[in-house]
């Protein structure tokens, strides 16, 4: 194929809002029967659209990570002529759906990063048949071996924040910011994907679990856990989540108290008395300690309240798990930065000034410090180091994954113990790592039986309970905020009258 070719190739497909079969394909292949290369082309559909989709919780800024290894094998190749040729290197440059900007290495075990091209997604996602959306997603986690945990979808839930975004996309759009506009259209794409797999698996949604060596249980692609609050939402119904409050911090507490205790001892606690009373002082304030940083410290960050106060509990939770002012341990291995948190340097910079801040800091030190010693002294140490490193690509293992592990096993076994309190009542319809979700409201006797059990690892770790409501439907939605506008207008209306009432009196 000639350059001319590509270029005018690339151009039809700017202009189209569809992905059409590109004729230079033909052209370089003309004895080829037709049926074939739309076979072909189907292919390289189909592969490209599971690699990406399969990626779309971790999608920032376009940006993806994928093999092009895996994308060449799962293209394949077909022979024209007695020659061989490879399906992905036919079509990447007639019909691309990204850009490389860093490719990957298999010696590192990094993926090539990808920006996707605008309205990738959306084609990719109107091109494949239900079917195929379903054998994509789940074509990487269905070779593991593992059998899929299945999620009940609300459909009718989901279809109305489906319509509920696509609306607000195409007519309240104007004069929201890009982030905005980024964060509904994800969302929609994610909600898409769902209701499509669960609307042909019986109104189900398949999850296989993978088992992390740190402890947690993730799953693979687009999940519950990994989708955004709002469509996991959508799609589950009205429910209410239970989350353990602030638990890396209770769980440390507990941890140390262990560590501290002697056999058979009861009030543990009092013996840390006067210690780590920054990280208790947080567990009891935390509301007011987060709303005091975000008003005081992130004032040249241009987002809202709630936005700020999200941004300083990503910065705290991070702190717990190892970071300082440019690192941290992030779940399961991955290290966002506190500068990637809290990305204005002023406000980064007030933040880690603050005093309560940086001596809360200190104190998760000292708190890590006192964990490895002991591990240390009582022979744990290198038995997780190894395991850990029998898991990671890279090699290097810090005491803050060490931390990792210790913490999220705890976690794991409160939640196991909490979670099946819970299911003596009514179903657990779903877990996300310190949260768990049921359909009804869990009765006040076993929320008790639950706090007590907590109680048990320490005092400050407790839950807490959301009710998180459905959708209404779009004509709903359209009808309340036309009553909405002819009440505003209607108390303006009498509101005017009044004024030239009153006018009218004193003249």
């Known amino acids: 194929m000639t350059l001319k070719q590509i270029f005018e190739q690339k151009k039809l497909n700017a202009q189209s809002e569809h992905i059409i079969f590109p004729q230079a394909f033909t052209s370089k292949f003309p004895d080829m029967k037709a049926e074939k290369a739309q076979k072909l082309f189907d292919r390289y559909i189909q592969t490209v659209c599971g690699a990406l989709l399969r990626q779309i919780s971790f999608i920032v800024d376009d940006h993806a990570q994928v093999s092009l290894d895996a994308l060449i094998n799962g293209c394949g190749e077909f022979r024209y002529q007695k020659q061989r040729y490879w399906v992905w290197n036919e079509f990447k440059e007639l019909c ?19 920006k996707i091209n605008d309205n990738a997604i959306s084609k990719l996602l109107a091109y494949v048949s239900d079917e195929v959306l379903v054998q994509q997603m789940v074509a990487d986690a269905a070779s593991s071996g593992t059998s899929p945990e299945w999620i009940d979808v609300d459909l009718a839930n989901l279809k109305n924040y489906i319509d509920n975004a696509e609306h607000d996309l195409k007519h309240n759009a104007a004069g929201k910011s890009s982030e905005w506009v980024d ?35 993730y799953y693979h692609g687009l999940s519950i856990q990994t989708m955004s609050k709002q469509v996991r939402a959508a799609a589950l119904g009205e429910h209410f989540q239970y989350d353990l409050s602030a638990a890396i911090y209770g769980i440390k507490l507990a941890i140390i108290s262990g560590i501290v205790a002697k056999p058979k001892e009861r009030h543990v606690e009092n013996r840390l008395d006067g210690l780590f009373t920054y990280t208790k002082e947080y567990l009891r ?32 939770t991070a702190i717990g798990f190892g970071a300082k002012t440019d690192a941290a341990l992030w779940y399961d291995g991955h290290t966002p930065a506190i500068a990637q948190i809290i990305m204005n340097k002023a406000d980064r910079e007030r933040f880690l000034k603050d005093k309560f801040v940086a001596n809360f800091i200190k104190e998760q030190g000292e708190l890590t410090d006192a964990i490895i010693l002991h591990l240390k002294r009582v022979g744990e140490f290198d038995p997780i180091k190894q395991k850990i490193k029998g898991a990671k690509h890279d090699k290097r293992v810090t005491d803050a ?107």
């Open 96 to 114: 691309p759906f990204f850009v490389v900007v860093t490719k990957g290495s298999n010696l590192s075990g990094q993926n090539t990063t990808v």
């Open 183 to 217: 964060k509904v259209r994800r969302n929609a794409i994610q909600a898409q994907i769902v209701h499509r797999i669960a609307a042909n698996l019986d109104g189900k949604y398949p999850q296989y679990p993978k088992l992390s060596v740190f402890g947690r249980t």
């Open 285 to 316: 304030e935390k509301d007011a300690i987060r709303r005091r940083l975000a008003d005081q410290c992130l004032t040249e960050t241009p987002i809202n309240s709630a936005a700020k106060l999200r941004l300083v509990k990503q910065a705290i």
């Open 401 to 507: 994954h060490i931390l990792a592990y210790l913490f999220q096993h705890y976690e794991t076994d409160l939640m196991n113990d909490i979670v099946a309190i819970a299911q003596a009542e009514m179903p657990v319809i779903a877990r996300i790592h310190d949260a768990f979700i049921t359909s009804g409201k869990l009765s006040d006797a076993t929320q008790g039986v639950i706090n007590d059990k907590l109680r048990e690892a320490h005092s400050l770790i407790r839950i807490e309970c959301e009710r998180v409501s459905g959708w209404q439907s779009l004509e709903n939605r359209l009808k309340n905020e036309a009553i909405d506008r002819f009440e505003a207008a209607h108390k303006a209306f009498i509101a005017q009258e009044e004024a030239a009432a009153r006018v009218a009196q004193h003249s």
